[in-house]
């Protein structure tokens, strides 16, 4: 994906909740009672269809 679609793909995702996204694309935000603090980029990852780093 070229940057300038990239750019275009996360301005489409302003103003919405990424939590709501985390769902659609089954990333874990809570595990055992933590936090998992990468969950954000793994949905970003997701929309983008970039392959996730773990």
Same mark, same amino acid.
């Given at each position: ?8 793909? /996360? ?9 709501? /996204? ?27 269809? /970039?392959?996730?780093?773990?």
């Amino acid at each position: 994906m070229e940057r300038r679609e990239a750019i275009n793909k /996360l301005k489409e995702l302003e103003g919405h909740d990424l939590r709501r /996204l985390a769902d659609c694309y089954d990333v874990t935000v809570w595990k055992s009672g933590k936090l998992n603090k990468g969950w954000a980029g793994h949905v970003i990852e997701r929309y983008l269809g /970039l392959p996730s780093i773990s």
